[in-house]
T-cell receptor
Framework: AQSVAQPEDQVNVAEGNPLTVKCTYS??????LFWYVQYPNRGLQFLLK??????LVKGSYGFEAEFNKSQTSFHLKKPSALVSDSALYFC?????????????FGTGTRLQVTL | DAGITQSPRHKVTETGTPVTLRCHQT?????MYWYRQDPGHGLRLIHY???????DKGEVSDGYSVSRSKTEDFLLTLESATSSQTSVYFC????????????FGDGTRLSIL
């Protein structure tokens, strides 16, 4: 069975500083990994994905993620945080089994960016 | 934003009543999903559809049923609502398998008293 862990319930960072939101995964075979962001009273928005290839993946809004196979991690990063980045972030792993792809989500990390 | 509409956006109902939530898409995507979001659990898959009239169970399917009679509509039904089904429900759609991201609607907040 696949699983995703987001070890931090909340990450606090000052605007302008770099941010990292951590994610580790467990899956058999090659992983398809995703990051999503959720703003209040909204659905999840797709940020970026890792399928294969370059270990550094670039996504929307200046976010990027680093895939590390040996550590089974897929941490989300941004060089300079903005107050508007404050939101709930979810890491997910995709498993193709049977009739569809199924996403398994982590429990989410709340990012708080302050002035 | 992907063309996904969930209705209603909010609903309050009583234990034991039937409830149906609707997801409507304008993207003509083959795959549709229903999730529930609860604190401390992230999102958990309830049911999904891989085509018209083709559905299957997810990890938390007990107490829920689904139907898909048209490509664009995916209905989630709680036959007899219980307080444990109070949650925020999200519909998602996807073009394909594996590496294709899912795109989410804005959710339905359901309270069962």
């Amino acid at each position: 069975a696949q699983s995703v862990a987001q070890p931090e319930d909340q990450v606090n960072v000052a605007e302008g500083n770099p941010l990292t939101v951590k994610c580790t995964y467990s899956v058999s075979g090659n992983p398809y990994l995703f990051w999503y962001v959720q703003y209040p009273n909204r659905g999840l928005q797709f940020l970026l994905k890792y399928i294969t290839g370059d270990n550094l993946v670039k996504g929307s809004y200046g976010f990027e993620a680093e895939f590390n196979k040996s550590q089974t991690s897929f941490h989300l990063k941004k060089p300079s945080a903005l107050v508007s980045d404050s939101a709930l972030y979810f890491c997910a792993v995709s498993h193709v089994g049977g009739t569809a792809s199924k996403l398994t989500f982590g429990t989410g990390t709340r990012l708080q960016v302050t002035l | 934003d992907a063309g996904i509409t969930q209705s209603p956006r909010h609903k309050v109902t009583e234990t034991g009543t039937p409830v149906t939530l609707r997801c409507h898409q304008t993207e003509n995507h083959r795959y549709m999903y229903w999730y529930r979001q609860d604190p401390g659990h992230g999102l958990r898959l309830i049911h999904y559809s891989y085509g018209v009239k083709d559905t299957d169970k997810g990890e938390v399917s007990d107490g829920y049923s689904v139907s898909r009679s048209k490509t664009e509509d995916f209905l989630l039904t709680l036959e007899s609502a219980t307080s444990s089904q109070t949650s925020v429900y999200f519909c998602a759609i996807s073009r394909g398998l594996g590496d294709q991201p899912q795109h989410f609607g804005d959710g339905t907040r359901l309270s069962i008293l």
